[in-house]
């Protein structure tokens, strides 16, 4: 519960989580405090479950924070991102990226389809951007020479790919391309663009209506515990998942939860690029801080 300080009410807080693999470490072991629930679904679904106040926080795309800043604040020191591979933000394609003309885009993600407008920007190429679900290379087969998909089951149709791993081989000594597909990571390709992380998703949440303290530390808890069982996780997920449990570990642990110096780098090198002109990121108290601001307030 989070009590107001006017009127010692305590209030329900109600939280949207992204549940996908890679946020594991931290949703795994997370056990909410009284008082705050939780539900579950896709980017998009999250985005707008806190932008229409479904929900009071979320773990949401990194470009709905940027595009409404006037009204969000995130955590300071969570996120999903990487430098270099993420392995699960793919582009599938059987032609080069220079003459790609029709790409195939997934409802579910907001901030892929942004990272993917701005490298397209980047490089001069404009081809025809459409919605569709289903299976990359089915939708190859039916005439898409790209397919952009996220979360496990482009790591799953990644590694379908690209895989086996075998003892001679990591999963970055893995081929880019099989069959006739090229698999383009995009958050490698921002690598090579601008050497800096990417960082896909933050845990935001409207400025005026904070998580209650205790809803953050026990996130900060569970991520201690979930980074520090990784084995465990990626034992789990891999099973669920159907995929070798090196091919998961070596997955999570590429990911950077921390939302660290290198990481806001990246988002603002984002944010100015995909969002030009937004209005100033904001960040809530660092860890530790928080009694110091409501002291304060
Ligand atoms: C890297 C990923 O990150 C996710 C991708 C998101 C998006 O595409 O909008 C949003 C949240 C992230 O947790 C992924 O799921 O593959």
């Known amino acids: 519960m989070s009590q107001s300080a006017s009127t010692g ?3 329900p807080y109600r939280a949207g989580w992204i549940h996908f693999t890679n ?4 949703l795994d072991s997370l056990v ?3 008082g705050v629930t939780a539900i579950t679904g896709v980017p998009t679904q999250m985005n707008a479950a806190l932008l229409s106040g479904q929900v009071d926080i979320a773990n949401i795309s990194a470009v709905e924070f940027i595009r409404n800043a006037d009204v969000l604040e995130a955590l300071p020191d969570f996120s999903v991102a990487v430098l270099g591979p993420v392995y699960s933000v793919n582009l599938f394609h059987t032609r080069p990226l220079e003459d790609l003309r029709r790409v195939a885009l997934t409802a579910q993600s907001a901030m892929s389809v ?9 490089r001069g190429l404009s081809p025809t951007l459409e919605r569709a679900e289903g299976e990359a290379e089915a939708l190859l087969a039916q005439g898409f020479d790209g397919v952009l998909r996220i979360g496990d089951s482009a790591l799953r149709e990644w590694y379908g790919v690209v895989g086996p791993l075998t003892p001679e081989t990591t999963m970055t000594g893995l081929p880019h391309a099989a069959r006739g597909i090229t698999v383009t990571d995009l ?3 921002w690598f090579r663009l601008t050497g800096h992380p990417f960082t896909f998703a933050v845990w935001a949440y409207r400025r005026d209506n904070p998580p209650p303290p205790e809803l953050v530390q026990a996130m900060r808890e569970a991520r201690r515990d979930g980074i520090g069982h990784l084995a465990d996780v990626a034992e789990r997920h891999a099973r669920k998942l159907g995929l070798p449990e090196r091919v998961v ?7 950077r939860y921390h939302l660290e110096a290198p990481d806001r780098l990246g988002l603002h090198e984002f944010a100015a690029k995909a969002v030009p002109g937004h209005a100033p990121l904001t960040f809530g108290p660092r860890p530790g801080e928080e009694r110091a601001r409501s002291a304060a307030d």
């Open 23 to 26: 946020v594991a470490p931290i």
């Open 249 to 255: 570990q070596h997955y999570l642990w590429n990911f």
């Open 32 to 34: 909410l405090p009284p």
């Open 9 to 11: 009410r305590l209030t």
């Open 187 to 189: 958050a490698e390709e």
């Open 114 to 122: 942004a990272l993917l407008e701005v490298l397209l920007r980047e």
